[in-house]
C-alpha cells in the first residue's frame, strides 16, 4: 500500500499498536487553511490533540531511524528498505546538510495526509 512504500514497513507494524490512525485524524481535523497564517492568534479546540499527534509521529519516526542506523552500524550486510523514508533520511541540502527529524516528520505527514485527500 502507499503507506508502505511512504512510511516504510516499520512505521505500518506499528500503526495499529500506536494509535496513529487516531492520532492522523487529529491531524486531519486541525488541517484548517487559515491557521497556517494566523495559528497562534486564532483559538482552535484541536490544537492540543494536533501537537500531541506530531510529537507521537516524531517519536516513532525517530525511533525508526534510530534503528536503521544502528543496523547500518551494526550488520555488515544490512540494505536499509527502499521507501520514501529512507530516501528523506539519506537526503542532503544543497549546503550539505541532512533533514533534521523534525523536518522529516513535517514532510511525512503532509505527504501521507495527502494521499487520503
Not at 14 to 35: C, H, N, T
Not at 42 to 55: D, L
Not at 101 to 107: A, D, K, L, M, V
Request: proline share 7%; glycine share 6%; aromatic share 12%.
Amino acid at each position: 500500500t502507499s503507506s508502505r512504500c511512504l512510511l516504510g514497513e516499520e512505521i505500518r507494524a506499528r500503526w495499529k499498536d500506536s494509535g496513529m490512525a487516531k492520532q492522523y485524524f487529529a491531524l486531519d481535523e486541525s488541517f484548517v487553511p487559515i491557521l497556517f497564517f494566523f495559528g497562534d492568534w486564532i483559538p482552535h479546540p484541536n490544537k492540543a490533540k494536533c501537537v500531541e499527534a506530531r510529537q507521537l509521529f516524531e517519536k516513532i519516526f525517530t525511533e525508526v531511524m534510530d534503528e536503521r542506523a544502528q543496523k547500518a552500524k551494526t550488520e555488515p550486510n544490512y540494505t536499509p528498505p527502499r521507501d520514501f523514508l529512507q530516501d528523506l533520511i539519506e537526503a542532503k541540502y544543497k549546503d550539505g546538510t541532512q533533514p533534521t527529524p523534525t523536518e522529516i516528520t513535517g514532510i511525512l505527514i503532509g505527504v501521507d495526509n495527502t494521499r487520503v485527500m
